[in-house]
């Protein structure tokens, strides 16, 4: 338990995967700037893909207009060609800039297949600050409590740079891929310290192979084992789980959905 006075992380567990989806897009709306164009921040993977899909819902609708939004993606895998359909750009294509009209210009992901990784990392930072900084971004979770592509042992201060997939990523990654082979060893990813810099951060994780690493996320103390406890750091991050997600909690963490874990 924190002590009074810090950050509170709020936590609901959604009954289904539509109201999981509807509750993390109202999070997503509600944090977006009304006087000038909003900055995204993107997740792939699995977990957020709904999300997307209620956004583009809504916009369909008229009720958001997010064509004017620039994104930035949270990490890409290096050793793929451009274009590779495996790569993070085409699913950030894909799930997000054709589903909500947004110009590709002004969506970022890292360019895993640049020849100086360490420049690129850089004007990355470069190009995220001078975008005026993420608004919101949506966030997944390793089962091993990466955020991004920081793994166990990232530095909760790390800025985007060149990094290594664990072998627990490798294999959950696999199922994209034909062959676990060609899973791609290596990133470039945001660093933590880069995703504490959002302004709002909307995590969203769904199924049993989530539970223990969000229960070490939201109870244990911070520590770069877990990266994903840096959140706790965080004043503005809300966190949206299914019941098998949310399984591994201690009852007083799951009494706190709703209102908010201390
Ligand atoms: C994706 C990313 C990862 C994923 C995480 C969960 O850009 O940075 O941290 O969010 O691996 O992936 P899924 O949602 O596929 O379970």
């Given at each position: 338990m924190r002590a009074p006075g810090t950050p509170t992380i709020r936590l609901t567990i959604a009954r289904s995967p539509h109201e999981l989806a509807t509750l993390a897009a109202d999070a997503v709306v509600e944090a977006l700037p009304g006087d000038r164009a909003p900055v995204l921040g993107v997740a792939t993977g699995s977990s957020p893909s709904g999300v997307y899909v209620e956004l583009a819902r809504r916009q369909a609708a008229g009720?958001?207009?997010?064509?004017?939004a620039s994104a930035f993606a949270l990490d890409e895998y290096v050793g793929?060609?451009?274009?590779?359909?495996?790569?993070y750009r085409a699913v950030v294509d894909e799930q997000v800039v054709v589903p909500l009209g947004l110009d590709p210009a002004r969506v970022h992901v890292p360019h895993?297949?640049?020849?100086?990784l360490a420049a690129e990392a850089a004007s990355y930072e470069r190009r995220i600050s001078e975008a005026g900084g993420v608004d919101v971004q949506i966030l997944g979770i390793g089962r091993?409590?990466?955020?991004?592509?920081?793994?166990?042992?990232?530095?909760?201060?790390s800025r985007t740079r060149e990094a290594e997939l664990a072998p627990e990523t490798i294999a959950d990654n696999?199922?994209?891929?034909?062959?676990?082979?060609?899973?791609?060893r290596r990133c470039v990813t945001q660093g933590v310290g880069t995703i504490l810099d959002a302004r709002r951060i909307v995590l969203v994780a769904q199924g049993e192979a989530k539970a223990d690493a969000l229960a070490h996320a939201l109870e244990?103390?911070?520590s770069p084992a877990w990266p994903?406890?840096?959140?706790?750091?965080?004043a503005d991050v809300i966190v949206i789980v299914d019941e098998a997600a949310a399984s591994s909690l201690t009852p007083e963490a799951r009494a706190a959905a709703g209102v908010g874990i201390r």
């Open positions: 009720e958001i207009d997010l064509r004017d793929l060609p451009d274009g590779d359909p495996h790569s895993g297949s640049a020849a100086d091993n409590g990466h955020i991004a592509f920081n793994e166990p042992g990232s530095a909760l201060d696999a199922r994209f891929f034909d062959n676990p082979d060609q899973v791609p244990d103390a911070v994903a406890t840096a959140l706790q750091q965080h």
